[in-house]
């Protein structure tokens, strides 16, 4: 059980392919997983015995994931949940960022180097360290190297003319924060269609691997006073309320409480 286990002990490839279950139940994945492990393979192949520091691995991971495979950011049709869903990415062969990320992710992991999700806001990065030579990378757009300069932009662009770079940008996501993240894209293109009952289905298999996520609760519990599922909002919210760490954060989760128990009485 994913909820269970230590972060660093999950497999987002694996983990991501689960999720994608969801949406095509009865759908084997032996033949995903088997193409994951022969993307790693490639890479290995492609790093060779010559290959060393962050850029020749990103080298290798380009020259098999966008190059050889034919993987690419989909620019078209980007919010078609089928970019989120990883059976289906690798299918057609392109996605979102946070989707082609763990391809990255996966095959750079399985070699054994050190590659990371960054907790850039808005647009997945990832990157890559050896021994202290660190790459900055866009996973969306072929692997292209991402300068410092790029990321301020990339933040203006997403988070208006007023954003700076925080340091806590260049911070390394967890596994969970990773898979909360492919699924929130999931979960806010739902929304936007007024799915809503869709839409507490995502969030609820998001509390299966991060079940102490306090704003998950949060939201589930929002979503069911929505559907006018007021128990299963109180017992969601009551989650909340004992996860949550500041006072301020309890106080107002409980009274959101005890507005629902009004409601029921």
């Not at 497999?11 to 993307?39: I, M, N, Q, S």
């Not at 898979?179 to 009952?197: D, G, M, S, T």
Request: hydrophobic share 40%; aromatic share 6%.
């Amino acid at each position: 059980m994913l909820a269970r286990r230590d972060d660093d002990h999950i497999d987002l490839g694996e983990a991501a392919l689960l999720l994608a279950t969801r949406d095509r139940p009865g759908v084997p994945l032996d033949r995903y997983r088997d193409h994951l492990d022969k993307l790693a393979s490639d890479v290995a192949a492609a790093y060779g015995q010559s290959g060393s520091g962050a850029g020749d691995q990103l080298a290798a991971l380009n020259q098999v994931i966008s190059g050889d495979l034919g993987y690419t950011g989909d620019s078209l049709s980007y919010d078609d949940l089928q970019n989120i869903n990883l059976m289906r990415v690798i299918d057609r062969r392109k996605g979102l960022p946070i989707a082609l990320g763990i391809l990255y992710l996966y095959a750079g992991r399985t070699l054994g180097w050190t590659i990371e999700g960054l907790n850039f806001p808005g647009h997945f990065l990832a990157r890559l360290d050896e021994a202290g030579d660190r790459t900055i990378f866009d996973p969306f757009n072929g692997g292209k190297i991402i300068e410092i300069s790029d990321m301020r932009a990339l933040l203006k662009a997403t988070r208006g003319g007023d954003a700076e770079l925080l340091p806590e940008h260049y911070a390394p996501a967890s596994n969970r924060d990773i898979l909360i993240r492919l699924q929130n894209n999931k979960k806010v293109r739902l929304l936007k269609a007024k799915q809503v009952a869709e839409a507490l289905v995502v969030v609820e298999d998001m509390l299966m691997f991060a079940p102490a996520n306090a704003g998950l609760w949060h939201e589930a519990g929002l979503l069911h006073s929505h559907l006018g599922n007021l128990r299963a909002a109180m017992v969601a919210l009551e989650q909340c309320r004992d996860l949550s760490l500041s006072p301020q954060d309890k106080h107002r989760v409980a009274q959101l409480i005890g507005e629902l128990r009004n409601r029921l009485n």
